[in-house]
C-alpha cells in the first residue's frame, strides 16, 4: 500500500550534489552574513546615507531579523527534499525582501547624484541568483517512497 502525503528526506551531502542546490546555498550564505552585519553591526549601516530609504521602513535590526528568517527558510530548502510548493514560498519571500531593497538602491540612485550603481549591480546579481535558484525548481512534488 503506498502512503499518501509528502515525506521530507534529508539530502546526502556525501556525493554528488544536485546543482540545483547551489544557488539556493549561496542565497543562504549571502544572506546569513547580510543578516549578521545587520544586527551585529547596525550602526554602520544606520549611518550610512544609500540605506536611508530602508531605515526610514523598518530599523535595520528588524531587516537583519527578515534577511536571517529568510536564510533559515534557504537552509531547510537545501538541506531537505520537500514540496515544491515550500521552495516557491522560499523564492518569493526571498524576492520580497532583495526586491524591496533593489528598488530602494535604484530609487537612490536615481534621485541622488552623489550616489553610485554599485549597490543597485550588486542588488540586482543577488536577485538574478535568486531568479536561478527557482528556476531550478523541481517541476512537481516529490512524493515519499512507497
Avoid at 550602526?43 to 531579523?65: C, H, K, M
Avoid at 515550500?86 to 534621485?111: K, P, Q
Avoid at 553610485?116 to 527557482?134: D, E, F, Y
Wanted: neutral net charge; aromatic residues 12%.
Amino acid at each position: 500500500m503506498e502512503p499518501e502525503g509528502h515525506v521530507v528526506k534529508w539530502r546526502n551531502f556525501r556525493g554528488r550534489i544536485d546543482p540545483a542546490v547551489w544557488p539556493g546555498a549561496l542565497i543562504c550564505v549571502t544572506y546569513t552574513l547580510y543578516s549578521l552585519g545587520m544586527i551585529l553591526q547596525p550602526s554602520r549601516f544606520s549611518a550610512t546615507p544609500a540605506y536611508g530609504n530602508l531605515t526610514q521602513v523598518l530599523d535595520i535590526e528588524v531587516w537583519g531579523i527578515a534577511y536571517l528568517l529568510v536564510a533559515g527558510l534557504f537552509a531547510i530548502y537545501v538541506a531537505a527534499v520537500t514540496q515544491r510548493m515550500f521552495g516557491v514560498i522560499v523564492h518569493i519571500l526571498g524576492l520580497i525582501v532583495t526586491g524591496y531593497w533593489l528598488m530602494a538602491f535604484i530609487i537612490r540612485w536615481l534621485t541622488d547624484d552623489a550616489t553610485t550603481v554599485v549597490n543597485v549591480a550588486s542588488w540586482l546579481v543577488l536577485t538574478l541568483l535568486l531568479a536561478r535558484s527557482a528556476a531550478l525548481l523541481p517541476a512537481a512534488t516529490v512524493r515519499g517512497d512507497p
